[in-house]
């Protein structure tokens, strides 16, 4: 197999600004590292085979203070190169990316699309796609990113050959459809609210209808309009929540939330429930399930070797049971793995998945999207 080394044909560092953050596993915040104050730190950063976050908070934190959450990044290396390799981008083509972020892959796709072929790439955040506009300009290459919302893609540049998307997305926009010529490929990170998502690759139809499969787990950041949001009840509200002990054992637990196990499939069959997992210590986990939207919200709370667990559910939704039932399904179904799933969306934006063939009688809807509290 090729190095994957060898696909990433334009450096890295003139797209990394100057200051990037760091998280501080102590406090669970984001630090600056500035190139000026430390440059060795820096280049090391940029050397190693890991995500750099770029930004936080959406820009609203200066350098000096911490961090809450990873708000643009430049992605791992060796997962952009497996990106571009399953996007098949060839010489000639017409791609749009949603997610400039640093320009890094922008300047990735344009190499390999060449003079004869155009990258668009959109970046919500306007002070990002600046940053990615210079340092493009900077090494001569040649995308242009346009600033705006990437879920309506980006029509006065289309038809596409090759639509990629780097932030995960809940559902596949259907503009991404609309601007991609039939026979083109889309690729997302692409999942629910429960646990990682999966890089999945669809070839539209000539009905303007998309068809593919998942494949490997990816823990990309969420588009902004569909970011995930948790629940912090109360000591009082707690005090409500209706008590119960799990039947599950440990293992079973572990399969719940592991995305190679049952928790892609728990996600595509429990709606808008959004999955933490927390170790407190080597001892003590805490699994939550939120709803924000019905305000349904549930916990169960493990400590190594004193099983049975107990489980707190509050709110019109009983989360925890709905995600038992799911994992149960799922061991019945003789327990799919995520690459086994397959996802159609139609031309109307329905997604439908099912496992192994399209045909196949373990196919179900999801229910039809809709905006996230974008927090
Ligand atoms: C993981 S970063 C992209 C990495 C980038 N491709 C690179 O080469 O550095 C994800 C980016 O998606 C952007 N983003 C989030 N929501 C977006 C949206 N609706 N439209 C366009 N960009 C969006 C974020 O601001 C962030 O810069």
Known sequence: MTDWRAQLTVPRAPFIPQVVWVDDPATGDFRAVSRNDDEPRW????????????????????????GRQPSSSCSQPSLVAAMLTTLDVHAGHRVLEIGAGTGWNAALLSARTGAAGHVVSVEVDPAVAEGARRALAEIGATPSVVTGDGTRGYAPDAPYDRVVCTASVRAIPRAWLEQTRPG????????????????????????????????????????RQQRRDFL?????????????????????????????????????????????????????RRIELHDVRSASWARVGLVRGADPWTVHQLGPRRLWDEVDAAYAWWCAAGRPTPDRYGLTVTPAGDHEVWIDIPEDARRWALPAERPGPGR
């Open 43 to 66: 280049q090391a950063l940029v050397d190693v085979d890991e995500p750099i976050v770029t930004q936080v908070d959406d820009g609203a934190t200066a350098p000096g203070d911490a």
């Open 184 to 223: 083109g490929v889309i690729l997302a990170p692409w999942g629910t609210d429960y646990g990682s998502d999966a890089l999945t690759r669809l070839v539209v139809d000539e009905a303007g209808g998309a068809s593919g499969r998942c494949g490997r787990g990816l823990s990309f950041m969420r588009i």
């Open 232 to 284: 912090e009840p109360s000591r009082s509200a707690m005090a409500t929540a209706a008590t119960s002990q799990t039947t599950r054992r440990g293992r079973e637990l572990f399969e719940m939330v592991a995305f190679a196990e049952a928790a892609f499939t728990i996600g595509l069959r429990v709606p808008s429930c959004y999955l933490t997992v927390e170790d407190l210590d080597a001892d003590h």
